[in-house]
């Protein structure tokens, strides 16, 4: 299985100062049709995980344009340019090139 | 709205079985793969199963095969996990999950809870 490790385990960000995670895998996620297969979860505090980036660096539908997604091969990075307080959550990245889909073990950001 | 609603979740004994359900509603299911995903209070996300959009193929983690069954009834827009053989380490609360294209997860069902304990 694709080992999905992510860092750091929580961050402490000021109101409008930027975050990043950092999303390794163990494995290439490229696929065989050129798509990397790497995607960025939210999940606040109480509610399902949601959607925010899908293959690396694509913002999916009403994402604040704060958020952006890079990387290629192994490497990933989830940036939010200015956190603000709704951003408090786990955040997941996730490959789902190989099967079985894997998570990585997630980062909580919170708010100083 | 797009929307998926998990019922069935509850207390069993270790060995008993449930019944997960995933209602689906403001789209046609049988256009999408779908998938259950677990996920224990407090930790992180566990991918447990995925069902093709014409149900012709599944797969399963490895703790899940033969004791998991994922399927699905298109005309009645559900999707179902078939779970026996229960163990305490299945208690989590299981997500239904759409999956749009290539692995991208975009819709959450709100969960249903399992216990599995004497």
């Known amino acids: 299985d694709i080992v999905m490790t992510q860092a750091p385990l929580s961050l402490s960000v000021t109101p409008g100062q930027p975050a990043s995670i950092s999303c390794k895998s163990s494995q290439s996620l490229l696929s065989t049709d050129g798509k990397t297969c790497l995607y960025w979860y939210m999940q606040k505090p109480g509610q399902s995980p949601q959607l925010l980036i899908y293959?690396?660096?694509s913002r999916f539908s009403g994402v604040p344009d704060r958020f952006s997604g890079s990387g290629s091969g192994t490497d990933f990075t989830l940036n939010i340019s200015r956190v603000e307080a709704e951003d408090v959550g786990l955040y997941y990245c996730m490959q789902g090139v190989h099967s079985p889909l894997t998570f990585g073990g997630g980062t909580k950001v919170e708010i100083k | 709205e797009v929307q998926l609603v998990e019922s069935g979740g509850g207390l069993v004994q270790p060995g008993g079985s449930l019944r997960l359900s995933c209602a689906a509603s403001g789209f046609t299911l049988s256009r999408y793969w779908m998938h259950w995903v677990r996920q224990v209070p407090g930790k992180g996300l566990v991918w447990v199963s995925l069902?093709?959009?014409?149900?012709?193929?599944?797969n399963y983690a490895g703790s899940e095969k033969g004791r998991f069954t994922i399927s699905r009834d298109d005309a009645k827009n559900t999707l179902y996990l078939q779970m026996n053989g229960l163990r305490a380490e299945d208690s989590a609360v299981y997500y239904c999950v759409r999956d749009i294209g290539w692995s991208a997860l975009d819709t959450w069902g709100q969960g249903t809870v399992v216990t599995v304990s004497s």
């Open positions: 293959e690396v660096s």
């Open positions: 069902i093709s959009s014409d149900g012709s193929r599944t």
